[in-house]
């Protein structure tokens, strides 16, 4: 029997003795039943996914204590036991390993690789088949089949080479190896310019992380290196304020106005300053001065006082 139809008949044993309970209320014909319905759990054939899903066990626990039926639900509870703790100290079966297979496993090794180490040879093949992503664009500049897979064999060659000679050091030179893959994988531009001889192998190993980004990453951290430099100029806000006040939607008679109108004549055109008229707690006194404009176009900086008693002589 399977343990979905296990679950299932188990399931309708508990519903059975559930009802029979509380003990106290047991008669004779009750005990019978109760007994019967205990055989047939004995001979379901129990596992701990049947045991926890069921919870058999907290119902047949109750009748323990019972003159008749407590031996034999003891027993039960006893044999689940045993059935539970075997199961759960059970080693877990081991899965079979998967074993990985190389994405070069399908490349041939290249007469110029077969006296290179293996390691060495992983990493040339996997600098041919990074190259190899750029057959269409190379397609589409004229090169044939035949001589674009004889450029990547040699442009793998030259800079598995120009890896080794630069570092001979195992660890660094498996840590340059994984830099330019991931790099080569990226820009497209960087695999061109390997295929076509615009960049040399030798210059190839000394470049730096900027030089070997994308052209979209380069432009990305020209706007970043942009904004940083401009947050730092004290005068950013007076150089853009142009744009500033396009942004605001400042414009017209509001491009010269400031932060203070006069109350009486309703200026606008004002200027202020700050002096520390008074002792160092003291918030800073603003003398705020409006611009006046003469008849002869001229133009002098009064204070509001003196425009204020001149608009008031005027009415």
Not at 68 to 80: D, E, F, H, Q
Not at 282 to 306: H, Q
């Amino acid at each position: 029997m399977s343990s979905a139809a296990t679950i299932v008949t188990v399931n309708e044993i508990k519903g059975g003795l559930s009802k029979e309970l509380p003990l106290e209320d047991l008669t004779d014909e009750s005990v019978e039943r109760c007994q019967d319905m205990m055989k047939r759990l004995d001979e379901c054939n129990m596992n701990l996914k049947v045991l926890s899903g069921t919870l058999i066990g907290t119902v047949v626990s109750k009748y323990k204590t019972h003159a008749t039926l407590g031996p034999l639900a003891k027993n039960l509870v006893k044999k689940w036991k045993k059935v539970a703790r075997a199961e759960a100290n059970a080693p877990a079966a081991k899965k079979p390993a998967v074993r990985r297979e190389s994405s070069t496993a399908d490349i041939p090794l290249a007469p110029e690789w077969e006296d290179l180490t293996p390691l060495r040879q992983n990493i040339a093949k996997k600098l041919q088949s990074l190259l190899a992503l750029s057959k269409k664009e190379m397609m589409s500049a004229g090169v044939n089949r035949d001589a674009f897979l004889n450029m990547c064999v040699s442009c793998a060659t030259e800079v598995e080479a120009a890896i080794n000679a630069k570092h001979k050091d195992r660890t660094a030179y498996g840590a340059k190896a994984r830099s330019l893959c991931f790099n080569m994988k990226k820009n497209a531009q960087l695999r061109s310019n390997l295929l076509m001889g615009s960049t040399a192998a030798e210059e190839l190993v000394t470049m730096s992380s900027e030089q070997l980004a994308t052209s979209e990453t380069k432009e990305a951290r020209e706007v970043e290196v942009k904004k940083l430099c401009d947050s730092r100029l004290l005068d950013w806000e007076q150089a853009n304020e142009g744009k500033i006040n396009d942004m605001c939607g400042i414009k017209g008679d509001l491009l010269e106005a400031s932060l203070f109108t006069c109350g009486r004549c309703n200026s606008i055109k004002t200027t202020s300053t700050q002096r520390q008229t008074r002792s160092a707690d003291e918030p800073m006194t603003v003398f705020v001065f409006v611009l006046i404009v003469e008849r002869d176009g001229s133009a002098k900086v009064v204070s509001l006082r003196t425009v204020c008693q001149q608009v008031i002589a005027a009415a």
